[in-house]
């Protein structure tokens, strides 16, 4: 690979040594999505072949601790060293002023290692990945393609669930190509991973903000359930929450309902079902009882779109429900349209879209049984 220390570091002064060379070859590889160190010995990345270790990295804790202050210089992170932080965690993104890498980093401190600080390092595709780019790759069929493709046209409101490591962001913005440009999107996240504004001219990126005094201590804070509720006053025709694990459920479910269409989010979920347990739980967070908040739910989403790894490290939709606005006895209706079968690794359209889903689709001029766009 033809390129050198400065092409990451910009202006920094990185160590010149065989430890920052080694970590800044995985950090530009292509094929590297994660990286994850747990002390100066234990080097870990994923590529697309799993999880590898690295051997021989760094030869020393200080060593370690010298490239783990590197990287918060490449970050927009306000603490610049590890060893002296006053707080036990610290996450930033990628300075788009100092790098052109696209990602994410947590860095957990001696604070509660009691040894190493330990890093994990989130890679975020330069590629333009897009649904033909995950159709090539054999994530879903052409009919779920075309789905997916119409339901964000249609303006429908989608959770996207799985586990760690699934896809989900890659997803979201993979989705976001069919969002018209002349809408406003409002995006909404903890770090900045879904980099709409790469590609749509009007969006509004908004991450959250905390403040804190030496010992750590909370000055002033904006949390992501500040950050939707804003969103409601900023005349956003979507608003796109980049990971929903807590009481901001509430406030994006209150957008979905009051005129938002197209709204998107992600979740940790091992399928569809346990996806809308899970949104009902974090809705309940912010005071409303089950029934209301199942009731909520059942109002705001007309999608979940399933990613799972299977075998070998490949990612598959394994299935992408519709939520009907009903419920039977204390769950949510759900109509599966299409799913994978993991004994024969194929994909298979199992329903139907309902007509309340045809119906909110058509008030955006999106027809899916016209007989080119029929599934």
């Known amino acids: ?130 649904l033909d780019t995950m159709l090539q790759q054999g994530m879903m069929s052409q009919d779920m393609r075309r789905f997916l493709e119409l339901a964000v046209r249609g303006r429908a409101n989608v959770l996207i669930s799985g586990g760690s490591g699934a896809g989900k962001t890659t997803m979201a913005r993979a989705l976001s190509w069919y969002i018209d440009p002349a809408q406003r999107v409002l995006t909404c996240e903890e770090i900045d991973e879904l980099h709409l504004a790469d590609r749509l001219p009007n969006v509004v990126s908004l991450t959250t903000f905390k403040h804190t005094d030496e010992d750590g201590q909370i000055l002033r804070q904006v949390q992501l359930e500040d950050l939707v509720r804003e969103g409601l006053r900023m005349r956003a025709d979507r608003i796109w929450v980049g990971e929903t694990r807590g009481k901001e459920a509430y406030a994006l479910v209150v957008a979905c309902n009051s005129g938002h269409d197209g709204s998107c989010t992600t979740i940790h979920a091992d399928n569809g079902k346990q996806a809308i347990k899970q949104l009902t739980t974090y809705i309940m967070e912010s005071g409303l009882t089950e029934e209301v908040a199942r009731e909520q739910v059942a109002q705001a989403f007309h999608l979940v779109v399933q990613i799972s790894k299977v075998k070998l490290g490949r990612r598959v939709i394994t299935e992408i429900t519709e939520l009907e606005s009903v419920r039977e006895g204390n769950e949510q209706r759900r109509n599966q349209l299409f799913v994978y079968d993991h004994d024969k690794g194929s994909f298979n359209q199992v329903g139907q879209p309902s007509q309340r889903l045809l119906r909110d689709w058509s008030r955006y001029g999106v027809n899916p049984l016209d007989s080119t766009q029929r599934f």
């Not at 020393?60 to 970050?75: C, H, K, R, V």
């Open 1 to 130: 690979m033809n390129t050198n220390l400065s092409d990451i570091f910009g202006d920094a002064q990185p160590m010149s040594d065989y430890s920052s060379i080694r970590m800044f070859e995985l950090l530009r590889d292509p094929a590297v999505s994660q990286i994850t160190v747990n002390r100066f010995d234990r080097v870990f990345y994923t590529d697309g072949t799993g999880s590898r270790t690295l051997e021989g990295v760094f030869p020393d804790s200080a060593t370690y601790t010298l490239w783990l202050n590197e990287m918060l210089g490449l970050t927009d992170s306000t603490i610049r060293n590890v060893d002296t932080a006053r707080v036990s965690v610290i996450e930033a993104s990628f300075n788009p002023m100092v790098t052109d890498l696209h990602g994410s980093i947590h860095i957990a401190t001696k604070q509660l290692t009691r040894g190493d600080a330990a890093i994990t390092i989130r890679k975020q595709p330069h590629d333009i990945i897009t």
